[in-house]
């Protein structure tokens, strides 16, 4: 059973930065895909960065040049590292990773963007 651990959130002002680590169980050069989403209060849940297990990465329009996704296949670690940190950013954030047998989800962190 593949377990996808996230950390790294937290209560951080306008402008400031924070680095979220999604941390799997074994190991991730067996994910195709892995990304972060999020979801906000009474919003659906949303795709915010993409990265392949070639290292291609997608990002959200409104977080582009403020969040950067990387991955560590030593670690089994992927990061998302979010940059000028707007209102609108607060919310759970998931990672998730596919597979051919399978979508795994972790079970989300909270960022919360506030003065």
């Known amino acids: 059973q593949v377990q996808l651990v996230e950390s790294g959130g937290g209560l951080v002002q306008p402008g400031g930065s924070l680095r979220l680590s999604c941390a799997a169980s074994?190991?991730?050069?067996?994910?195709?895909?892995m990304g972060w989403y999020r979801q906000a209060p009474g919003k659906e849940r949303e795709l915010v960065a993409v990265?392949?297990?070639?290292?291609?990465?997608n990002v959200l329009d409104s977080v582009k040049g403020r969040f950067a996704i990387s991955r560590d296949n030593v670690k089994n670690t992927v990061y998302l590292q979010m940059n000028s940190l707007k209102l609108e950013d607060t919310a759970v954030y998931y990672c998730?990773?596919?597979?051919?047998?399978?979508?795994?989800w972790g079970q989300g962190t909270q960022v919360t963007v506030s003065s």
């Open positions: 998730n990773a596919g597979r051919a047998e399978g979508n795994y």
């Open positions: 074994g190991s991730i050069s067996s994910f195709y895909i």
């Open positions: 990265i392949t297990s070639g290292g291609s990465t």
